[in-house]
C-alpha cells in the first residue's frame, strides 16, 4: 500500500505542521474587548493622513478533528456576520511577530495565564488593500501607486495543549478546511484561500 | 517615502524570485505533441487499475511585463478551450524534477537546443483528485481513502532569456497575475489560486 503522504522522489524537502486535536484545547470567555471589529471607510482614511501605510498581521492556528485541518476564525457572536482571522494593525513602528503575538494575546490569551509565547512561524500570503473600502488583492494592482494598507498572514505553531480564552463579544469558531475553500462568499477571500496555502505542507496528525 | 516591497521589521527572511522581462523570450513553434490535453475518464480509470495513485506535476513559470508577474501557461490553438500550466503525468518511479523537467522539455524546449537546465525551485502547493473527473482539492477530502491523482506545484526560475519552442497545436500565453485571480471560471482553479500562492515572494523586476 503506498503511503499517500510520503515524500516525491527528488524534491526539496517538504515542511511538517504539527496538528493536535481540537479537544486538547479549551475555549473560556474573558471581558468584551469593546473594539470596533468592521473597517471604518472615513476613520481609515484619516489614520491613513495621518500615518500612511497600514501594517496589518494574522495568524493561522491549525487544530485537527477527525484527521482533516480546522483553521481557528474569530466572528462577532451579537450578530454572527463575517469571520477574520485572529490579528490586527501594528502600532507605529512595531515589527510583524511582535504585534501578531500582542493581538494573539488581546484576542486568545487567558487572563490568568502570566505570559504568553505564540510560535510564530512562516510568512504564508501578502494582501494589498488600493482603498479603503474591503476590496483586497494578493499584489499590488497594476497602477495602483499607493495601497493604503498590507495584510501579512503567518503560520502560528500551537502547542500540543491549551487553554484559549475569548473576549464576550466575540467567539472563536474551528472550521474545517473543506468548509471554507471556494467558500469566499461566507468567509472572504483571505480564509478561503487557507486551504492552497497549506497545501505544500506536510501535516503530521498527532 | 516608504518602501513598499521593505520586509517586515523582524519577520522570517522572505523569499526572493527574480522577474525578467517578457521580452528577454522569443517564442517559436515546433512540431505538434499529437497528444491528447483533455482528461479522459475511462482512460484514467483504466490508468488507475493499471497503476494506482498517478503523480503528476506542473511548473510555474513568471516573466513580467512593466513590472506585473505575468505566468506562461498553454493552451490548444485549435479551439482556445482551457488553460495548464506546463508538466504532466510522471512515469511508474521517476521523480518530480526529473518528470517535471522532461515535460518542460516536451512543451517548452527549442529543438535545436542540445541540452536544457530548468531551475525547478520551491514546492507550492499540491491538488488532489478524489475521481477521476476534473474535480480537485488542496487536501485529500475526509472520507476520501484512495485519491486517484495528485498534481504538485513547483516554482520554476527563467534564466535571464531564452527562447521557447511550442507544439504547433499549442500555444504559450504570458496572462497577468490580476487577469488570472479570483478568475476559476475562465482559467481553473490551479491557476486563479497562483497570485495568492506567489504573495508571500519578493519580487525583484529584471
Ligand atoms: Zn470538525
Ligand atoms: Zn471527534
Ligand atoms: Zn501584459
Ligand atoms: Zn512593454
Chains 1, 2 share one sequence.
Not at 35 to 55: D, F, I, T, V
Not at 89 to 94: A, N
Not at 116 to 133: N, Q
Not at 135 to 160: A, S
Amino acid at each position: 500500500v503506498e503511503n499517500l503522504e510520503e515524500l516525491p522522489i527528488d524534491a526539496p524537502a517538504q515542511k511538517t505542521v504539527n496538528l493536535y486535536k481540537v479537544d486538547n484545547y479549551t475555549f473560556g470567555t474573558k471581558q468584551a474587548s469593546q473594539k470596533q471589529h468592521e473597517r471604518n471607510p472615513q476613520r481609515l482614511k484619516e489614520k491613513y493622513q495621518e500615518r500612511g501605510l497600514r501594517h496589518s498581521v494574522a495568524g493561522v492556528l491549525l487544530v485537527h478533528h477527525h484527521r482533516h485541518p480546522h483553521v481557528l476564525v474569530l466572528q462577532r457572536t451579537k450578530d454572527a456576520g463575517s469571520f477574520w482571522l485572529p490579528g490586527g494593525r501594528l502600532r507605529p513602528g512595531e515589527g510583524d511577530l511582535e504585534g501578531l503575538s500582542r493581538k494573539l494575546d488581546n484576542r486568545l490569551k487567558s487572563p490568568s495565564q502570566e505570559r504568553s509565547h505564540w510560535e510564530v512561524g512562516d510568512f504564508l500570503a501578502t494582501w494589498w488593500y488600493p482603498d479603503f473600502s474591503d476590496n483586497r488583492y494578493p499584489y499590488i494592482p497594476p497602477h495602483v501607486t499607493k495601497p493604503k494598507e498590507k495584510l501579512n498572514l503567518y503560520l502560528v505553531q500551537l502547542p500540543e495543549s491549551c487553554a484559549f480564552s475569548v473576549p464576550s463579544d466575540l467567539q472563536l469558531l474551528a472550521i474545517p478546511l473543506f468548509q471554507v475553500f471556494n467558500n469566499a462568499e461566507q468567509y472572504g477571500e483571505v480564509i478561503s484561500s487557507l486551504p492552497t496555502l497549506l497545501s505544500r505542507y506536510h501535516v503530521n496528525y498527532l
